[in-house]
Every structure is written in structure tokens, then in C-alpha cells.
């Protein structure tokens, strides 16, 4: 069984510039989650989706971050314009609906400069 | 809001056993996980314990759950070198959100 697919793996930008992440979850996984991985610390959620709709997104900066899930399959994480404060790994997960476990893919890892 | 806890650091002798401790704060979590991450991966789930369980064993892995006083231990017996990682707690409450704790780095010294 494929994993969940991240690209691209490293990306390097400089401030106010925009980029942007993908994520392809396992095949048949209804919900796909977002989370950001700051150096040293546990990941926090930005977003949740079950499909093709957001189940919870409270902890996503709305002023420079977006996100879609666009036919409930693969999802893309937008930042615009980015700070020097969202360096970070970028986690994307999926999970079957109504199953305790979240498979990870292997992180964007993000440096702004 | 919910906030786990874990301490920072562990180093154990190779042989001997890990002992990871988190404490958590949401009383409605339904289930608690142990993730493992090596250096440049991605988080692999190790074992969960539902909420209404004290103990689960699986091989070489034991997870305690004290509901009571919301603390879950994970113990690695003869840990290996294999086993050094950054381990991280989460529970998983309300709308099947995942809340982590900041990560415990185990060191198995040979």
C-alpha cells in the first residue's frame, strides 16, 4: 500500500515570497490533515478535512494560509506571503473515517530566509 | 484548550529498559497514541491504547494509561540502539483532532 505522498521535500524561499505544498493521501482516506513541525517541538494541527470539506481550521493563520482539498483527494497548502516564523516541517496525514490511526507522509521541510 | 506533555530528554543504556512519560489535560480524549520520528522522517505510529484501557502490550512495547490522573507511559523493554528517536505523545478528543506533545528524545547509549 502506498504511503501519504508529499512534495516537494525542501524548499527554500525568502520572506514575503509564496509557496505552496501537496499532499496525496492514501487512497481512500476521507480525512487528510495538515500540521506544522517547528524545530524542537510536536507537530500542531493548521487544518482538517473529511473529504472535500474543513472539519477544523482554528489554528490556521487565515491572513497568509490557505488550504484545499478539491475532490476529496489530494490537498495543497498555500502560504502567502511567508515569514521567517513559518519555517517549519510541513506534515500532511490522512486517516480511513472513523479509524484511530493517522498515517504521516515525510514532511516539507520549509526554511525562509 | 487540551496541552500534552512530555519530558525533553531520556538516555538509557542499550539492554535496559525506556520509561516515557506524557500527561494530558483533555478528559474527553478517546484515544492515546505513541509516535516514533527518526532524523528527516516522518511520524510512525508505534501503538495506541483506547481511552478505557489501563495497559496494552505489543512485543517489546508497553503503554500504561492512569485516567485518573491522565498520565501515559510508554516503556521499551531491552531498548535498542535502534530505538533512539524522538518519541511523542498525543490524544485524540473532540472532532478527532490529534493534539501532540513536544517530543521526548530517548538516547540508547551502546
Known amino acids: 500500500e502506498a504511503g501519504v505522498a508529499q512534495s516537494p521535500r525542501y524548499k527554500i524561499i525568502e520572506k514575503r515570497q509564496s509557496v505552496a505544498f501537496w499532499c496525496n493521501p492514501i487512497?481512500?482516506?476521507?480525512?487528510l490533515y495538515w500540521y506544522q513541525q517547528i524545530l524542537g517541538q510536536g507537530p500542531k494541527l493548521l487544518i482538517q478535512f473529511q473529504n472535500n470539506g474543513v472539519v477544523d481550521d482554528s489554528q490556521l493563520p487565515k491572513d497568509r494560509f490557505s488550504a484545499e482539498r478539491l475532490k476529496g483527494v489530494d490537498s495543497t497548502l498555500k502560504i502567502q506571503p511567508a515569514k521567517l516564523e513559518d519555517s517549519a516541517v510541513y506534515l500532511c496525514?490522512?486517516?480511513?473515517?472513523?479509524?484511530?490511526?493517522?498515517?504521516f507522509g515525510q514532511g516539507t521541510r520549509l526554511t525562509v530566509v | 484548550g487540551e496541552d500534552v506533555e512530555q519530558s525533553l530528554f531520556l538516555s538509557v543504556r542499550e539492554g535496559d529498559s525506556s520509561v516515557i512519560n506524557c500527561t494530558y489535560t483533555d478528559s474527553s480524549s478517546t484515544y492515546l497514541y505513541w509516535y516514533k520520528q527518526e532524523p528527516g522522517a516522518g511520524l510512525q505510529l508505534l501503538t495506541y491504547?483506547?481511552?478505557?484501557?489501563d495497559m496494552k502490550q505489543d512485543q517489546r512495547l508497553t503503554v500504561l494509561l492512569n485516567k485518573k490522573d491522565k498520565h501515559l507511559s510508554l516503556r521499551i523493554a531491552d531498548t535498542q540502539t535502534g530505538d533512539s528517536a524522538i518519541y511523542f505523545c498525543?490524544?485524540?478528543?473532540?472532532?478527532?483532532?490529534?493534539?501532540f506533545g513536544g517530543g521526548t528524545r530517548l538516547m540508547v547509549k551502546p
Open positions: 491504547i483506547f481511552s478505557n484501557m
Open positions: 487512497s481512500g482516506h476521507a480525512t
Open positions: 498525543a490524544e485524540k478528543g473532540a472532532g478527532n483532532m490529534l493534539t
Open positions: 496525514a490522512s486517516s480511513e473515517q472513523g479509524v484511530t490511526e493517522a498515517f
